[in-house]
């Protein structure tokens, strides 16, 4: 097995590192990511600027190549050009510091990692761990995408589907188990923090709090925060039937 | 009736100034846009930098706040900041330079805009024009989303769902009519231009062809070539649920 491993914290962050030593294991591993953090950066692409693509090293063991793009942009460059010769068999994306459940998804530079891939008829999956220390302990989330890669074929998972998963950072034998989960429903409440700089000019930081909406047990935000590693199937076929079936009616 | 109105071209694009003298004919609008050209970067988040907010001004009747930030940055900012004592009825981020069709709505500045506004309660839209040129004829598309906005209240838009409105390039006597469509299904086939610098340095250039993939006369993509005005009611409820439900019983 032919395994793309990419992320949006920059090809140099933990995240990624201990994900590729733990796919080793099962497959040969191929590293495409971006050269700096990229989070929150959506599936943004890279289309008035051109993209470089430079080689990257790691106390002589870990190798890869670094993109000055974002995710979805390594996905397509690894596709096209760089790895073109080489038939992959898997995206994981990952682990990403930080959840990517709900509506995070939507913002998430780590999920479009892997939408890009499944957008370009490859099997694809996103990883990401409940906390923002760079210090972290990755032991739980590195075995957990090992394992749900390694069993990812005989799941059968559609094609226009890819599998998101998220795992809270716990010992390992605090972890009730793995859920299968649905996209949790909440909303970000902004706050807007204004400063003023030395020139007495303003400027605005983002601080928000995230607000659950539906408190069910199978929602993949809910789920994490009681200790269970979350496997959501997501799919983007964002044509809202009904609504469209009604307004046929209407024009 | 307040509008937002905000673009991912930037507040000084051809786009949004026909947008707002459209809008301003049926309701008070209020303009947040990006300062600059921001396309293709999806439902990206400004978070590791401060935001910066600038009044625009153009031809003494064009009045708006320039942020150095995203499409979706935009619409937070302005409802929990800039805009904060104004009860904002409806959102439309527009009117693009190029269709957001097909796959194209995953990379769009422009619709996640109108995504934003509905994630933060509003109701929501987004309108694109079939051309990129930047002295293109904006009579039709924005004559267009004043009929669509001037109508969104009496469709009874469900809360998770926005409006995508694609108008093609023609002349309006050419204009087959508004047709309700599905979010079409297609690809993109990557070819990255690798160059050299003067110093023999290798950098690569997006170039993509779109390959439509279903052929059914009511996708969006499919309709705009026909010559009609396609809407597309979207949300983003991104569980697979019938994967979900099979997964179940493999975990």
Known sequence: MNILVTNDD???????????????????????????????????????TPLRATPFKRDNEFFGTAVDGTPADCVKLAFSSLLQDVKIDLVVSGINHGYNTAINVLYSGTVSAATEGMLLGVPSMAVSLGTFSWDADMKVAAKTAQYVASRYFELEIPKDTILNVNVPHLPEEQIKGIKITQQGHGEWIDKYEQRFDPQGKPYYWIRGVYNNLDGISYSDDVAVEQGYIAVTPITFKLTDVETMNKLKNLF
């Open 10 to 48: 920059g090809i140099d962050s933990p995240g990624i590192y201990a994900l590729v030593h733990a796919l080793r294991e099962i497959a040969t591993v191929y590293v495409v990511a971006p050269d700096r953090q990229q989070s929150a950066v959506g599936h943004a692409l890279t289309v008035s």
